[in-house]
């Protein structure tokens, strides 16, 4: 086991301990609305620091690229969702509702952030404009994915996700970084200097947030009915997710006859889904539910995607001055 362990990151490392306490040693009571409570802190915080280290040069520079943000915007936002709503009857009769909607609500999130770059930086494509996709896309994401989420669960018959959730979602993520890129002039050169207060902000979030969740779920009596097949199931249908994702933003910008580096970008920032923005959202847009059952999903999905995508880096890397095509 631990040479197992020593294989893992930080983060992934962290993600095991989190569901373990999660599991083994739940907070109730008191100490519920303690963490509940850290855990809003703590996403308030983290997209403040997005907002002071955000380059608004590079935002403007990528915004400019309008064709390529267009189709990662339209593969997070418009194509995701479809095969989402296409795939609701298989996934529903297979794994049950409450994974179910994890496997929509993965669907409806926005691109990751720092693996998009840095995938697309390791694979030698476009950084500029993955650099503005994958942050245009978080900011969308503070708007489309609740909304998304609402039109879904109202079809299906679910309550939907009311103004007041978007109120929740702004004070919580919106004003946050709109603040944090005020203040940037003042703070944006030392954050971006102290990386690593940014990345243990942005990993120790997660961990909270999945802590109380696994908290919640166990102490609601969640986990007692979920087979081992359940999580097999969700690890296929998140690969088959992925492999359509991937597939779909490789042939849509080779047939609009993208260049090599911005199919690189478009390919990664719009096959992914942040599991960074997705928790801390689904904990506002979800308020007041147990949403054990539904981070499974988004955790799945992003380890696979980080082990598939950081295997087509480092190929698509060798292939540089080859003149291969992806």
């Known amino acids: 086991m631990p040479g197992f362990l020593a294989k893992l990151d930080r983060f992934t490392i962290g993600l095991i301990v989190s569901v373990g306490a999660g599991i083994l040693v739940p907070c109730s009571g008191v100490w519920d609305t303690v963490f509940s409570r850290l855990s809003?802190?703590?996403?308030?915080?983290?997209?403040?620091?997005?907002?002071?280290?955000l380059s608004r040069r590079s935002v403007w520079e990528g915004l400019m690229h309008w064709r390529l943000q267009g189709l990662v915007a339209a593969s997070t936002f418009v194509i995701f969702p479809l095969l989402g709503i296409f795939s609701m009857p298989l996934w529903n009769s297979v794994l049950g509702p409450d994974l179910c909607m994890g496997m929509l609500y993965v669907c409806m999130l926005p691109s990751t952030v720092q693996s998009s770059i840095a995938f697309t930086s390791m694979a030698g494509g476009n950084v500029a404009a993955a650099i503005c996709s994958a942050s245009v896309s978080s900011l969308l994401g503070v708007f489309l994915t609740p909304l998304l989420v609402g039109l879904v669960w109202s079809r299906g018959g679910e309550g939907g996700v009311d103004f007041s959730t978007f109120l929740n979602i702004c004070y919580i993520i919106l004003v946050p970084f709109v603040a944090g890129q005020f203040a940037q002039r003042w703070i944006g050169k030392w954050v971006v200097t102290h990386r690593n207060?940014?990345?243990?902000?942005?990993?120790?979030?997660?961990?909270?947030?999945?802590?109380?969740?696994?908290?919640?779920?166990?102490?609601?009596?969640?986990?007692?009915?979920?087979?081992?097949?359940?999580?097999?199931?969700?690890?296929?249908?998140?690969?088959?997710?992925?492999?359509?994702?991937?597939?779909?933003?490789?042939?849509?910008?080779?047939?609009?006859?993208?260049?090599?580096?911005?199919?690189?970008?478009?390919?990664?920032?719009?096959?992914?889904?942040?599991?960074?923005?997705?928790?801390?959202?689904?904990?506002?847009?979800?308020?007041?539910?147990?949403?054990?059952?539904?981070?499974?999903?988004?955790?799945?999905?992003?380890?696979?995607?980080?082990?598939?995508?950081?295997?087509?880096?480092?190929?698509?890397?060798?292939?540089?001055?080859?003149?291969?095509?992806?």
Request: hydrophobic share 55%.
């Open 197 to 326: 207060l940014t990345s243990w902000t942005d990993h120790s979030t997660i961990w909270l947030v999945i802590y109380t969740a696994f908290s919640h779920a166990m102490i609601n009596g969640v986990w007692k009915n979920l087979p081992w097949l359940s999580l097999v199931e969700v690890l296929a249908f998140c690969g088959l997710l992925l492999a359509a994702a991937l597939w779909l933003t490789a042939f849509l910008s080779r047939r609009l006859r993208f260049s090599r580096e911005d199919r690189i970008a478009i390919i990664f920032c719009g096959s992914k889904k942040s599991l960074a923005t997705g928790i801390p959202m689904m904990n506002v847009i979800f308020a007041g539910a147990p949403i054990g059952l539904l981070v499974i999903p988004i955790m799945v999905f992003h380890q696979l995607q980080l082990m598939v995508c950081s295997f087509l880096a480092r190929k698509w890397a060798k292939d540089v001055g080859k003149g291969e095509q992806l």
């Open 40 to 53: 809003d802190a703590a996403i308030v915080l983290l997209f403040f620091l997005y907002g002071a280290k």
